[in-house]
């Protein structure tokens, strides 16, 4: 236990380690350029929503294990320093490193030899090699460990990962791997190289998993087939396995979408195209533009409204970075349509501005943003579809009779098959379920 746990970046995966080695009986110290982020964690809040994250921070808050700052220099005491900030996508689709390099020069300073840092940001092939030449010379060693968590789950992950990745300096990796002895999950070591490469092929490898059921359920929709039963079936290999076959209006998140684009990068930068892959981030645009003119096709009056049910990318998480549900919402309103939306962990339109960019956001005549609504009965008359977007249980177990009264000729588009077909049909309502034949012929 005599290490001291730093961590540069407390957000979703940052606030997860710090949290995660915090209550494995660390002393942890947290560095954060968000002032807001920082003050949470002195008052023993992440500011995420996330399932047993502030149980543990709170914890450790009142242990005295935790410590945060806007400063680098909380970090003096650390002897392994785990680097989380932000890997974003650049324009032309490369990882921007630009964090990484900033996280750096604020903790050179504070470094001192034999020191490890640990490079748990999403990092392209050779950023490693990079970052061990550059702190090399002051005798501070580097181990890659890429994180594997999901959002919605980050302390589950943290404390019960399906593997430790390590890759890097052999003497440093000990100590790292160490640090996660007490979690029994395997532990993998292998080169640097191998374990960047490896993070992007895992998320990259169930990207196109979910392009390919997403594109399946299109062509069983047309062809006389059920999705669900076809997945079923799938299902029951083991080789293929029953995850990541649920389709819907496409994937997105803060990392499937970057990471792929990253792989495809480093992949070309090589002369190594990666042509699966780019067919699979090809096939997910058009699967989102495919549930909006799904949409838009059965609006028949000029002024007729459309709900969007769930914004954020996915259940369980209040994260709005690359939703569909953005994409499908800023589709249908360039095409001049009142767009409506709820989402459980949405209270305002003004949380979208910075993930919906309009061009005139005063001018009614250019694309606007969702007016939110309080709860999901709180539709407008004129609403003539109503589109699950995000699979909340909340809609699992809507009331639709309370619906059909407000709007009685809305059809309900389920893009996450998770309504129960029967109740919504007895409340007169028409249904349309993504990949079901019978809904569509
Ligand atoms: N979100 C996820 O589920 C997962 C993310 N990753 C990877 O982990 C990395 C971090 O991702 P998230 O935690 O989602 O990011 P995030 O955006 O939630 O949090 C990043 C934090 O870093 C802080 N920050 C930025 N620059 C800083 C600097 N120079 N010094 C100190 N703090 C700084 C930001 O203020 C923010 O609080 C990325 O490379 C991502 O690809 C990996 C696995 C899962
Ligand atoms: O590197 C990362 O950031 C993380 O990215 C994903 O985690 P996350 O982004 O939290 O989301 P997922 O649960 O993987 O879902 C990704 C997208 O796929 C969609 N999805 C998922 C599963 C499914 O069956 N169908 C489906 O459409 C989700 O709605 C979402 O849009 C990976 O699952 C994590 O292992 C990884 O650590």
Redesign the pocket.
């Known amino acids: 236990m005599s290490e001291v746990i730093g961590v540069?970046?407390?957000?979703?995966?940052?606030?997860a380690t710090a949290a995660g080695f915090a209550h494995l009986g660390y002393s942890v110290a947290v560095?954060?350029?968000?002032a807001a982020?920082v003050d949470g964690i002195l008052c023993g809040r992440s500011g995420l929503t996330e399932p047993g994250l502030d149980d543990l921070i709170e914890a450790a808050h009142e242990n005295s294990t935790i410590t945060a700052s806007t400063s680098y220099s909380v970090l003096t005491d650390a002897t392994i320093v785990f680097v989380?900030?932000?890997?974003p996508m650049r324009s032309d689709g490369a990882a921007d490193l630009t964090?990484i390099d900033?996280?750096l020069s604020?903790v050179e300073p504070y470094l001192e030899p034999d020191d490890v840092v640990v490079l748990?940001?999403?990092?392209p092939v050779g950023t490693g090699d990079a970052v061990a030449e550059r702190l090399g010379s002051a005798g501070v060693h580097v181990v890659n460990n890429?994180?594997?968590?999901?959002?919605g789950h980050?302390v589950e992950d943290f404390l019960a990962p399906d593997r430790v990745v390590v890759g890097g300096d052999p003497a440093a990796i000990k100590r790292v791997t160490a640090l996660y002895r007490s979690l029994h999950s395997p532990i993998v070591e292998v080169d640097r190289a191998s374990a960047e490469l490896a993070?992007y092929a895992c998320n990259s490898f169930l990207a196109l998993k979910l392009s390919f059921v997403d594109e399946l359920a299109t062509l069983a929709e047309r062809v006389g087939a059920d999705i669900t039963e076809v997945t079923d079936v799938m299902a029951h290999d083991d080789r293929i396995g029953s995850h990541f076959l649920s389709p819907g209006p496409g994937w997105g998140?803060?990392?499937f979408p970057?990471?792929t684009r990253a792989l495809i990068s480093t992949a070309t930068s090589v002369e190594r195209p990666m042509r699966t892959l780019a067919a699979a981030v090809d096939a997910n645009e058009a699967q989102t533009q495919r549930i909006a003119a799904l949409i838009a096709d059965r609006l028949d009056e000029p002024d007729a409204a459309v709900t969007l049910l769930g914004l954020t990318f996915k259940a369980g998480t209040a994260?709005l970075r690359e939703s569909p549900a953005l994409d499908i919402a800023l589709t249908l309103s360039k095409q001049g349509v009142r767009v409506f939306a709820h989402d459980p962990t949405i209270t305002s339109a003004e949380s979208l501005v910075a993930r919906m960019p309009l061009e005139n956001p005063a001018d009614p005549s250019q694309p606007t943003l969702p007016v939110i609504l309080a709860d999901p009965y709180a539709l407008d008359v004129d609403t003539r579809v109503i589109a699950i977007v995000t699979e909340w249980n909340d809609y699992r177990s809507l009331q639709w009779s309370l619906v059909a009264a407000r709007c009685p000729h809305a059809v309900v588009i389920d893009t996450r098959g998770i309504v129960d077909a029967a109740l919504v049909r007895s409340a007169g309502l028409q249904l349309y379920r993504i990949g079901i034949a019978e809904d569509w012929l």
């Not at 989380?84 to 890997?87: K, L």
């Not at 748990?120 to 990092?123: M, Q």
């Not at 890429?146 to 959002?151: A, G, S, T, W």
Request: charged share 30%; aromatic share 8%.
């Open positions: 540069i970046g407390a957000g979703y995966v940052g606030a560095v954060d350029t968000d982020k989380c900030v932000p890997t964090f900033t996280a604020g748990k940001s999403t990092v890429p994180e594997f968590l999901r959002e980050t993070k998140g803060s990392c970057k990471d994260d």
